[in-house]
């Protein structure tokens, strides 16, 4: 049986976020890119658009998908829209766990006979401290984020999308193995854009990431299968 909480790390993955418009220039980009061991994160824009069709010939192609939908709903919707995403063979699946604990209670036991993985969503990295004022929360925007991703982890989700900044201390905090999945990467040499706090692959999985996004840097590039040989070169080697 697998022990998780003392499972050997297995080798990071590199999430391409499919940050486009329409389908034909998603598909052009899947086209060019040569090496299949990658997951395919798709938004809420393309699939609101193209659906249960487009994740299929994504899959088709021979990818993994991460379908980032960040649910947050009551417990029994959550549940139904978890259940409907194990039908379509998806398989990473955001949610909000500021939706509470029952709403990930449900989330993990509809997709229990399923491969499906579930990713919570904490803290979105728009929000500032502003925001737990609003909130009327007598916690800062860290001391959230560890409670959040803790309930959630304990509650059975199987990872957690954080930044670099975060991904050491939850590690450390959090006293069950989860997956880390990082945004907010950029190789060495590509500018920042808006994020506003960056990390190279190498030092996010140093710091614990076993999933990195990244975007633009290889969806705007001319040469995307040279920027990944590279990415999965750092990921094998960090
Ligand atoms: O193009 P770029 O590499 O910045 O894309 C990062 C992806 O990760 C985008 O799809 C963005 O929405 C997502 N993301 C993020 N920061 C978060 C959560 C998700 O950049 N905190």
Do not use: W
């Amino acid at each position: 049986m697998q022990n998780t909480q003392h499972r050997r790390r297995e080798i990071a993955k590199l999430a391409l976020a499919l940050d486009v418009g329409t389908d034909k220039e998603a598909y052009r980009i899947l086209e060019e890119v040569k090496y299949k061991n990658i997951v395919i994160k798709v938004g809420y824009s393309l699939f609101i658009k193209y659906g249960v069709d487009f994740v299929r010939r994504i899959k088709e192609r021979g990818f993994e998908v991460f379908l980032d939908l960040k649910l947050h709903d009551i417990p029994n919707t959550v549940y139904n829209g978890v259940l409907s995403a194990t039908q379509i063979g998806v398989d990473y699946l955001t949610v909000h766990t500021l939706g509470g604990e029952e709403m990930l209670e449900r989330a993990v036991e509809a997709k229990k006979n399923s491969d499906l993985k579930l990713l919570g969503v904490t803290l979105l990295t728009s929000h500032t401290e502003r925001y737990m004022e609003f909130l009327g929360s007598r916690y800062s925007i860290d001391e959230m984020v560890l409670k959040l991703a803790n309930t959630a982890i304990q509650k059975g989700i199987d990872g957690i999308v954080c930044s670099t900044k975060e991904v050491e201390n939850l590690k450390k905090k959090i006293g069950k193995d989860f997956i880390a999945v990082v945004p907010g990467i950029r190789p060495e040499g590509f500018p920042s854009e808006d994020q506003k706090r960056v990390s190279t692959p190498k030092d996010a999985i140093k710091k614990g990431a076993d999933i990195i996004v990244i975007g633009r840097p290889i969806i705007k590039s001319d040469n995307k299968n040279e920027i990944l040989k590279k990415v999965l070169e750092d990921i094998q080697t960090a």
